[in-house]
């Protein structure tokens, strides 16, 4: 069971970019999946979470209207496409595994992400 | 300012005993488990502790998880070297609509 993270980079303000994660050993298609980051000195700070189907999608106040989670499940894959980039985002982008299969939406109950991707890092500077 | 509140460090000496614990409120503790990671630098972070007390297979039986009111704890008995790490508590938080996480606890062991 693995996901691994790609696409991060250094990238001006105000630029766009989008990070991959890849799953492998389970069933990508029943998973609910994260994104997670850590800023440079700071603690973790959940991003985002879509549905096992992608059809629901939750942001985190600070990202909602810039980042946007969606996935492939034909590719076993994951996206989160970040806009209007800023020097805050710089950070760690670390995708999860939702710890229930068949996670649908916000009543569904969230026990904790059990997989966890070692992370592609985002640089934001001029 | 993170929504679930830790201290930001603990510490404790091998063999000993060790609690960390994690406040939030209604929205998240009160009416959600929490779940505990481990996060050591430059490697992903591991789930300890999920649902109300349970561990992911691996991990050993000396941590174990607590929860009060819109309160928790994660407690590590037989403090180890190798606990030294840090680790942050998480919820979901009904009126958010998402997962909140506390600030993370540095512990030196």
């Known amino acids: 069971v693995k996901l691994v993270e790609s696409g991060g980079g250094v990238v001006q303000p105000g630029r766009s970019l989008t990070l991959s994660c890849e799953g492998s050993?389970?069933?990508?298609?029943?998973?609910?999946m994260h994104w997670v980051r850590q800023a440079p000195g700071r603690g973790l700070e959940w991003v985002a979470i879509?549905?096992?189907?992608?059809?629901?999608?939750y942001y985190a106040d600070s990202v909602r209207g810039r980042f946007t989670i969606s996935r492939d499940n034909s590719k076993n894959t994951l996206y989160l496409h970040l806009d209007n980039l800023k020097p805050e985002d710089t950070g760690v982008f670390h995708c999860?595994?939702?710890?229930?299969?068949?996670?649908?939406?916000?009543?569904?109950?969230?026990?904790?992400?059990?997989?966890w991707g070692p992370g592609t890092t985002v640089i934001v500077s001029s | 300012q993170s929504v679930l509140t830790q201290p930001p460090s603990a510490s404790g000496t091998p063999g000993q005993r060790v609690s960390i614990s994690c406040s939030g409120n209604?929205?998240?503790?009160?009416?959600?488990?929490v779940n505990w990671y481990q996060h050591l630098p430059g490697m992903a972070p591991r789930l300890l502790v999920f649902?109300?007390?349970d561990r992911p297979s691996g991990v050993p039986d000396r941590f174990s998880g607590s929860k009060s009111g819109t309160s928790a704890s994660l407690a590590i008995n037989g403090l180890q070297a190798e606990d030294e790490a840090d680790y942050y508590c998480?919820?979901?938080?009904?009126?958010?609509?998402?997962?909140?996480f506390g600030g993370g606890t540095k512990l030196t062991v």
């Open positions: 209604e929205s998240n503790i009160g009416d959600n488990t």
């Open positions: 998480a919820s979901w938080d009904d009126s958010l609509k998402g997962v909140v």
């Open positions: 050993g389970f069933n990508f298609n029943q998973y609910g």
């Open positions: 999860a595994r939702d710890g229930t299969d068949f996670w649908a939406d916000y009543y569904n109950p969230h026990y904790g992400t059990d997989v």
């Open positions: 879509i549905s096992y189907h992608g059809n629901n999608k």
């Open positions: 649902k109300y007390n």
